[in-house]
């Protein structure tokens, strides 16, 4: 079945810092993939998303994240981290068929931003 | 354009008991899906509604229902309600049915004591 993984359930990093979140997915086919983005107490945003056309995906907030095939990933890159980044952060591909669509989700990652 | 709204916030009920849960879709939406999103997890999917129908369904047991109305809004049922029913339930809504894009509210926290 088609999956995503993300690995570390927490990331830490400083303000200014690179961020770098990682997913990896497993699938027969080319998937549609996403990341959104959860603050406390909130619903998911939607980051970016993967739909077969550029292998590099700008989104919101200064993120973006590189389709790579051969490594099987979709890693959420952000090159200076602010303090209002932190949230959580899933994964999520898109399974289905023409008259239906559902997310899978990973199990997320924490992004903490200390000062 | 309005966004997804969900009703009510919070919610406390006690084990054994019924909940029902409110979603309104994103202005000019027709097919509307439920997640659920229990503590440190991410969003499981419950089921999909679609021109007042259900139009798939997860791994859940029959006492999660939905129902969806002409306007696109939706209902989640939970009967029985267990402890580990416990959680953010998400509502989403997409233009039409099989596309990818779907459009997240607030949730709405479920505690069951």
């Known amino acids: 079945a088609q999956s995503v993984t993300q690995l570390g359930s927490h990331v830490s990093v400083s303000e200014g810092a690179l961020v770098l979140l990682r997913c990896n997915y497993s699938?027969?086919?080319?998937?549609?993939l996403f990341w959104y983005v959860q603050y406390p107490n909130q619903g998911l945003q939607l980051l970016l998303k993967?739909?077969?056309?550029?292998?590099l995906v700008k989104g919101i907030n200064g993120f973006e994240a590189e389709f790579k095939k051969s490594e099987t990933s979709f890693h959420l890159t952000k090159p200076s981290a602010h303090m209002s980044d932190a949230a959580e952060y899933f994964c999520?591909?898109?399974?289905?068929?023409?008259?239906?669509?559902?997310?899978?989700f990973g199990t997320g990652t924490r992004l903490l931003v200390s000062p | 354009e309005t966004g997804v709204t969900q009703s009510p916030t919070h919610l406390i009920k006690t084990r054994g008991q019924q909940v029902t849960l409110r979603c309104s879709s994103q202005?000019?939406?027709?097919?509307v899906s439920w997640y659920q999103q229990a503590l440190g997890q991410g969003p499981q999917f419950i089921f999909q509604?679609?021109?007042?129908?259900?139009?798939g369904r997860g791994n859940f047991p029959p006492r999660f229902s939905g129902l969806q109305f002409p306007n696109y809004s939706s209902e989640l049922n939970v009967n029985a309600l267990e402890l580990d029913d416990s959680a953010l339930y998400l509502c989403?809504?997409?233009?039409?049915?099989?596309?990818?894009?779907?459009?997240f509210g607030p949730g709405t926290r479920l505690t069951v004591t």
């Open positions: 993967y739909t077969s056309a550029a292998t």
């Open positions: 509604y679609y021109r007042e129908e259900e139009n």
């Open positions: 699938s027969s086919v080319p998937p549609y």
């Open positions: 999520a591909v898109s399974l289905g068929n023409t008259g239906f669509q559902k997310l899978v």
């Open positions: 989403a809504s997409s233009a039409r049915r099989g596309t990818y894009e779907q459009y």
């Open positions: 202005s000019g939406h027709n097919t």
